[in-house]
Structures are given as C-alpha cells and as structure tokens.
C-alpha cells in the first residue's frame, strides 16, 4: 500500500517556475515507478512524466519535454517536479501516482496509487 500527498501548486505568471512535490508513505516506494499526471477542467488526465523506480530512465509528454523536469529522492519517499517556463494551457490540476508497470507507464490504467492532486494556475 502506498499513499500519496502532492503539495506545491499555486498561480504563477506566465514564464514562472513552481516545484510540486510528491510525498509517499509505504516501505516499498523506491520499487514503484512514479508518474504525473494533470487534468484541465472538460478534459481527461493525461500524462505529464514518468520516472522509473531507480531514476535513471524518465520520459515526458511532447507537450512539456525541455521545461519540466521529473525527479525522485528514494531516501525521503519524494518524487518532484520542476516546471519552467510555464504556459497558460499547463493550467490543471496535477496529480502523482505510483506504478509496478514494467513498462514506462503513461497510462492512468497502469497505475495503482494516485494522490488527491494540487492545483495549478497559470495567467497570462
């Protein structure tokens, strides 16, 4: 079992940075792949980055690739990330989960824990 809790949303201007963090509970976290995912309001989740459960293999979404950058600290349970040069359309709430997919993962039905999302504004 794994729970997960976000934190670090808020409103940024457009060309601003913020850092979301991702805390885990669970002996077994450094095991899991871990993911985020965001979703805009009439949208469905779609994902953002993945970051497999040893670090050195990650992948992102076209849409973000080059201005955000996913990280994990296996000793303190935390998976973050970093958002630059933010756009209005990065506008979502944005959730982290925890996968045992042996594959990349970038699909929600891979995935078996989720937190319960931070929210993310970004103006114009």
């Known amino acids: 079992q794994v729970q997960l809790v976000e934190s670090g949303g808020g409103l940024v201007q457009a060309g601003g940075s913020l850092r979301l963090s991702c805390a885990a509970s669970?002996?077994?976290?450094?095991?899991?792949?871990m993911g985020w995912f965001r979703q805009a309001p009439g949208k469905e989740r779609e994902f953002v980055a993945v970051?497999?459960?040893?670090?050195?293999?990650?992948y992102y979404a076209d849409s973000v690739k080059g201005r955000f950058t996913i990280s994990r600290d296996n000793a303190k349970n935390t998976v973050y990330l970093q958002m630059n040069s933010l756009k209005p359309e990065d506008t979502a709430v944005y959730y982290c989960?925890?996968?045992?997919?042996?594959?990349?993962?970038?699909?929600?039905?891979?995935?078996?824990?989720w937190g319960q999302g931070t929210q993310v504004t970004v103006s114009s």
């Open positions: 989960a925890a996968s045992d997919y042996s594959g990349p993962a970038y699909y929600t039905r891979e995935y078996d824990y």
């Open positions: 669970g002996r077994t976290f450094s095991s899991y792949a």
């Open positions: 970051i497999r459960w040893g670090g050195r293999s990650t």
